[in-house]
């Protein structure tokens, strides 16, 4: 008798085995030839070589349901362990979501995070075309949201090794210096939408070990000077509160096998009167360049309460 050995790594195994172990039962029913022990996240399998080889893939498929899903339900699993021998494919993954635009991630508790306008899905189909990406337009429209989703999805896909995340700790209104706290929580709130989203994408046990070994990196546009940003998927958000200065640094910070993205609204620059922001520069003279992208959000791609669109539109954002 073979023993095979597997080790949870991604997955809670509450959600894996179910309440009170009920799709560990399944599993179990469905391969009667050999005896399945799980303590934790260990799994120890023993029976002949061919049923451990067809247990192993099925496995697999399972604990890849889970990562992308974060769930798991009685359908799901008949499903995977009814299909043949092969991981979930885009049907599988279509039909749980009804159909329409592919799902960039799949969040906690059945979060789908998917385009939801025409311009959230030019983002999409051109970071896999482009290095560097603007995205431009006024509150609401899911810039942020979307790249941080690109960003989450490239690391789920091992495509790069870790996600920075930064933003100019720029006042609207107050002052940093009359804060409580010391310098990681007078800069927090102003990062606080890049957590709203992470927050949105990845289980907060994972994000909070992401977050402790720096595989996650939320920091102001400050701390980026001087390094040599590589093998990650980097996003600027709220950049018209950047210098140009500031945002030829950050441009310029990129490695090889990087990805940027930028995103800003040009109607809401904070900084003080005679400093110019440089987001107005960038746009108008990396307009060219050839692995550059610049993308135009408007009023139509505004995805919070109807309101909101109508509120822009009083302040003349939007037509």
Sequence with gaps: MNELKLTLENVNPIVMWGSNNEYFEIIKKHFPKIKIVARGNEVKVLGDEAELQLFNVKFQDIINHVDKFQSLNNNDLEHILGAQLTPLNGEAIQSRNGGGTEPIV????????????ANQRKMVDSINNNDIIFAIGPAGTGKTYTAVALAVRALKNKEIKRIILTRPAVEAGENLGFLPGDLKEKIDPYLRPLYDALDDMIPA???K??????TIEIAPLAFMRG???DNCFVILDEAQNATDLQLKMFLTRMGPTAKFIVTGDVTQIDLPRKQQSGLNTALRIL????????IYLSGEDVVRHQLVKNILRAYGDIQ
């Design 106 to 117: 799949f969040g906690p508790n059945g979060i789908v995070v998917k385009a939801r306008t």
């Design 205 to 207: 046990e994972k994000l």
């Design 227 to 229: 390094r040599t940003l």
């Design 209 to 214: 070990v992401f977050l402790e070994n720096r």
């Design 287 to 294: 307009t060219d360049i050839k692995g550059i992208d610049i």
